[in-house]
């Protein structure tokens, strides 16, 4: 079984960075495809961001060039860096991952394990 624990969220202002951090145990961390997903109130859940044990990563259109994803493989946690936060960033903003899986375009929304998730708050 997978765990994840994620923290960092907060509120901030428009333009303002946040990074949240997301802490893995219970599977190689090498073996696992691992990701950021979010839900704003009313809306579907997105894929932001996904890192591969290969270190593939690839990002949601709405994100692309101002979140980076990455992990610390000995701290066994993955991060998401948020640069340029606005408005429609606000969302619970959850880790995920699968196991012996690969990057493949876009991040998906439907993962295996999932995090408690973390709420992200952006104000104007």
């Known amino acids: 079984q997978v765990s994840l624990t994620e923290s960092g969220g907060g509120s901030v202002q428009a333009g303002r960075s946040l990074r949240l951090s997301c802490t893995v145990s219970g599977y190689p961390f090498k073996n696992l495809c691992l990701a950021w997903v979010r839900q704003a109130p009313g809306k579907e859940r997105e894929g932001v961001a996904a890192i591969d044990g290969t270190g593939r990563s690839s990002y949601a259109e709405s994100v692309e060039g101002r979140f980076t994803i990455s992990t610390d493989n000995a701290e066994n946690t993955v991060y998401l860096l948020m640069n340029n936060l606005g408005p429609d960033d606000s969302a619970i903003y959850y880790c995920?991952?699968?196991?012996?899986?690969?990057?493949?375009?876009?991040?998906?929304?439907?993962?295996?394990?999932w995090g408690q998730g973390t709420q992200v708050t952006v104000s104007a």
């Open positions: 995920a991952a699968d196991r012996e899986t690969e990057v493949v375009g876009r991040p998906k929304s439907s993962w295996r394990f």
